[in-house]
């Protein structure tokens, strides 16, 4: 019924079905074999001394979702936001490839992550990705154990509060022009309005005990994207574009863009 009413489900319903397949063969004691021959955290979960309703097929299953759409998607979106945006402002593209050359003269060099985050505008492009980005859209609720002090509020102990990185991020009381993707405003001693460090505001990977895990996973694709040479070696040009990525127009197309090899 799904897929009739919504075609385009049709590849996550048989991604599912291939997760749930997966983790079948690994309950039924299916371990490695030739067309898997590493373990995995699955193997592993099977593996502890986890409870049995912990190990169920479903647990299991349910995991790959969360940790693939964790690792995956979010670092693809996040790699996405900073193509596009680079890739559609000649400027920002220019000024991170001048940047790149003067820290890399050789075009052929090795770039090592250390010596990527360490250049300020290519750190800043990064930022503004990952601000852009979101990470998850939905609020992350949190109950405090105690009574919580907020300004001039109490929050009693047990009340769930909660906020979405989305309305943060927005916020032009901290970032100024917000659908701008900007990398200037993150460089420098860069603050809101209010005096706080700009940094402060960047809770795309939540913030505190709960963040993210993946932080520095998501930090170093974009920088890894300079070491692959994309954006030191090749000058990309944008036949046409939206303007404006963002949840909402996902489904957008970038049209064409033509690759223009350097030296």
Same mark, same amino acid.
């Given at each position: 019924?799904?897929?009739?009413?919504?075609? #385009? /489900?049709?590849?996550?319903? !048989?991604?599912? %079905?291939? &997760?749930?397949?997966? *983790?079948?063969? @690994?309950?039924?004691?299916?371990?490695?074999?030739?067309?898997?021959?590493?373990?995995?955290?699955?193997?592993?979960?099977?593996?502890? #001394? /986890?409870?049995?309703?912990? !190990?169920?097929? %479903?647990? &299991?299953?349910?995991? *790959?979702?969360? @940790?693939?759409?964790?690792?995956?998607?979010?670092?693809?979106?996040?790699?996405?936001?900073?193509?596009?945006?680079?890739?559609?402002?000649?400027?920002?593209?220019?000024?991170?490839?001048?940047?790149?050359?003067?820290?890399?003269?050789?075009?052929?060099?090795?770039?090592?992550?250390?010596?990527?985050?360490?250049?300020?505008?290519?750190?800043?492009?990064?930022?503004?990705?990952?601000?852009?980005?979101?990470?998850?859209?939905?609020?992350?609720?949190?109950?405090?154990?105690?009574?919580?002090?907020?300004?001039?509020?109490?929050?009693?102990?047990?009340?769930?509060?909660?906020?979405?990185?989305?309305?943060?991020?927005?916020?032009?009381?901290?970032?100024?022009?917000?659908?701008?993707?900007?990398?200037?405003?993150?460089?420098?001693?860069?603050?809101?309005?209010?005096?706080?460090?700009?940094?402060?505001?960047?809770?795309?990977?939540?913030?505190?005990?709960?963040?993210?895990?993946?932080?520095?996973?998501?930090?170093?694709?974009?920088?890894?994207?300079?070491?692959?040479?994309?954006?030191?070696?090749?000058?990309?040009?944008?036949?046409?574009?939206?303007?404006?990525?963002?949840?909402?127009?996902?489904?957008?197309?970038?049209?064409?863009?033509?690759?223009?090899?350097?030296?």
């Amino acid at each position: 019924m799904v897929r009739k009413m919504n075609p #385009d /489900l049709d590849i996550m319903i !048989k991604y599912r %079905k291939d &997760l749930d397949r997966i *983790a079948q063969d @690994i309950v039924a004691g299916k371990e490695l074999d030739e067309k898997r021959p590493y373990s995995t955290i699955f193997h592993e979960l099977h593996r502890s #001394d /986890l409870t049995s309703k912990d !190990k169920t097929v %479903k647990r &299991l299953a349910d995991e *790959a979702v969360t @940790i693939q759409g964790a690792a995956l998607t979010t670092t693809s979106w996040t790699l996405s936001i900073a193509t596009f945006y680079i890739v559609d402002n000649p400027k920002i593209q220019e000024t991170l490839r001048k940047e790149l050359a003067e820290a890399f003269p050789d075009p052929q060099a090795d770039m090592e992550w250390l010596q990527l985050e360490k250049l300020p505008y290519l750190k800043a492009c990064v930022q503004e990705s990952i601000r852009l980005t979101y990470g998850v859209m939905v609020r992350n609720p949190r109950i405090p154990y105690q009574p919580m002090t907020y300004g001039k509020w109490t929050i009693p102990q047990g009340v769930a509060i909660s906020m979405t990185a989305y309305d943060v991020s927005h916020d032009e009381a901290i970032f100024l022009d917000s659908h701008t993707y900007s990398p200037d405003r993150w460089l420098g001693d860069a603050r809101a309005p209010n005096g706080k460090s700009l940094e402060h505001y960047l809770v795309s990977f939540g913030k505190g005990s709960k963040s993210c895990l993946g932080i520095k996973y998501v930090y170093k694709e974009p920088f890894g994207m300079c070491n692959k040479k994309l954006m030191r070696s090749i000058a990309w040009h944008m036949r046409s574009s939206s303007k404006r990525l963002g949840p909402s127009s996902v489904g957008s197309s970038w049209s064409f863009m033509r690759l223009t090899y350097l030296m």
